[in-house]
């Protein structure tokens, strides 16, 4: 457990015939990401779906780091060039290595790790990214709405360079019907190409694109 300024994270060991089996993280105590294969597997979705996509990527960001899951999803991308990661918890990336402890994806030298809030960070740069990817907690969270507006999905899409795309989660498990259908529809007024796909269970996956042209190749998805 570290107490931050801006929360609380605590990870749990969940253990099984004494190995470690997941973790869980949990943010002023509610339960955020855990490493479970089903987690994993959903989460690094945000990053192979779009690298299936997209023909040449090379920077990519990720707002929201949680457990680390997708950054390690990115990391397992040679094709990357380079990897800017932005959390607002210093204390969320610096227990990163609890659930990672044979390799961080923060260790890799192609990761830039910025301790800002998302909305901030893309309005104090110019910098563009072929690959977004983001899970901030659920917006009830205190100042997570922020991150599930109109504004803040055209921040994302003005900061992808030309054939970009942005995955982003939508949390309908913790959202009413209501607030799911206004998120889309803010995300579908800043990107004109968007669309919702399913990861596992519940777990939505948004996606937008800055004038991506296709289809994709069987080979490029197979590779992921």
Not at 97 to 114: G, K, Q
Not at 124 to 130: F, H, K, M
Not at 139 to 162: D, K, M
Request: glycine share 8%.
């Amino acid at each position: 457990m570290r107490e931050g300024i801006p929360d609380t994270v605590t990870y749990y060991r969940v253990p099984f015939l004494g190995q470690t089996l997941f973790h869980v993280l949990w943010n002023n105590a509610v339960p955020m990401a855990d490493t479970e294969w089903e987690s994993r597997r959903y989460m690094k979705g945000f990053v192979y779906w779009p690298m299936a996509l997209h023909p040449a990527p090379g920077r990519a960001l990720l707002i929201a780091y949680g457990v680390g899951n997708s950054a390690q999803a990115l990391g397992d991308s040679p094709v990357l060039t380079s990897l800017d990661v932005v959390d607002i918890s210093t204390d969320v990336l610096a227990m990163s290595r609890l659930a990672h402890p044979d390799h961080d994806p923060l260790s890799d030298p192609r990761v830039r790790v910025h301790v800002e809030d998302g909305r901030f960070f893309l309005q104090s740069t110019d910098a563009r990214y072929d690959l977004i990817t983001s899970e901030p907690p659920p917006p009830a969270s205190a100042g997570v709405v922020n991150l599930y507006t109109r504004e803040y999905f055209t921040l994302l899409h003005n900061h992808l360079a030309e054939g970009g795309v942005a995955a982003y989660w939508l949390p309908v498990h913790a959202v009413s019907n209501e607030a799911a259908r206004a998120i889309v529809g803010a995300f579908c007024e800043a990107f004109e190409d968007c669309s919702l796909w399913h990861g596992i269970g519940s777990e939505l996956m948004l996606v937008g694109t800055r004038g991506l042209t296709g289809p994709a190749t069987e080979a490029r998805f197979t590779a992921q």
